[in-house]
């Protein structure tokens, strides 16, 4: 049975099991999301993300009972053109598309063709969370303008921003990500991160020797950056690699409604949700 968890992580952790590293088989990441959403921290997952060739392709057949509720987060990996011939084959599983995300455009092109487009897809949808991955290079702050006057119409889009991968280039410095947190803030667009956020607290892998975000930094540095912080003071934050600052800034919000910032996709729930139980945010004695 689900125990409310503080406001400030709710929904912060979306299932992206099947993707790397993780990469779950299918039936396994159903199985499992069935049983994340079943258990006493359920209020912190999200819905299962699933890429949109997996859809098309007709794998989830027979792994859903159309009676059961089932949400999913649909990842445009075969273009922002073919999501809606993936959208044509959920209504037969009683599938809920909760949200929609998609990259606009690879690093160093204009990003404003693909992010029209799916502003039109967003446009035609009910209500459907969409999300747009946006190189942090070349026309950002122009998308981001455009993302924001989309919302200011009424349409539920975001930004989404990639934190990691498998090169180092793809990990985006403290500065670079506080500027586009503080861009975000001042345009008041929320946003979501994906890849590389496997700790609470910035690390180096010890494999790869890249260092790579935490997310109790990522949500101290957007708490501090919704309160008016600067781009240097959210830099420094991002910085950290001690707990016990974050902690300290996190103390006495928990019960806040975390701003700006969506989530993030995790391959692992179990590994989020124990740094979470450490840290004090989520009480692990809840299941009790």
């Given at each position: 049975m689900s125990t409310q968890l503080p406001a400030l992580v709710a929904g912060l952790v979306d299932d992206a099991a099947v993707f790397p590293p993780g990469s779950a088989s299918l039936p396994d990441a159903?199985?499992?999301?069935?049983?994340?959403?079943?258990?006493?921290?359920?209020?912190?997952?999200?819905?299962?993300?699933?890429?949109?060739?997996?859809?098309?392709?007709?794998?989830?057949?027979?792994?859903?009972?159309?009676?059961?509720?089932f949400a999913i987060g649909l990842i445009g990996d075969?273009?922002?053109?073919?999501?809606?011939?993936?959208?044509?084959?959920?209504?037969p599983l009683r599938v809920t598309v909760r949200q929609i995300e998609a990259p606009v455009a690879k690093r160093g092109e204009d990003p404003q063709p693909g992010l029209a487009e799916l502003v039109r897809?967003?446009?035609?949808?009910?209500?459907?969370?969409?999300?747009?991955?946006?190189?942090?290079?070349?026309?950002?702050?122009?998308?981001l303008d455009?993302?924001?006057?989309?919302?200011?119409?009424?349409?539920?889009?975001a930004a989404k921003f990639r934190t990691g991968g498998l090169a180092a280039e793809l990990f985006p410095t403290p500065v670079e990500l506080a500027a586009v947190i503080c861009a975000c803030r001042d345009r008041d667009l929320p946003f979501k991160l994906t890849a590389?956020?496997?700790h609470a607290v910035r690390q180096a892998d010890p494999e790869t020797g890249i260092t790579h975000h935490g997310f109790?930094?990522?949500?101290?540095a957007t708490l501090a950056a919704a309160e008016g912080a600067g781009a240097d003071a959210v830099a420094e934050l991002l910085t950290v690699r001690d707990e016990r600052p974050l902690v300290q800034?996190?103390?006495?919000?928990?019960?806040?409604?975390?701003?700006?910032?969506?989530?993030?996709?995790?391959?692992s729930i179990v590994e989020p949700l124990t740094d979470l139980i450490r840290l004090g945010l989520v009480n692990g004695g809840c299941q009790a």
């Open positions: 159903v199985a499992a999301h069935r049983r994340h959403r079943a258990a006493w921290y359920a209020d912190l997952v999200g819905p299962l993300l699933l890429p949109a060739s997996t859809v098309t392709a007709g794998e989830l057949d027979g792994l859903v009972d159309p009676a059961e509720e075969t273009g922002i053109d073919r999501l809606p011939f993936a959208l044509s084959f959920l209504p897809l967003a446009d035609r949808l009910d209500g459907v969370a969409v999300s747009a991955e946006i190189p942090l290079t070349f026309g950002l702050m122009g998308a455009a993302l924001a006057e989309a919302r200011g119409r009424g349409l539920p889009v590389g956020l496997h109790a930094n990522v949500l101290a800034q996190l103390d006495g919000r928990h019960e806040l409604a975390r701003p700006l910032w969506v989530g993030f996709g995790s391959c």
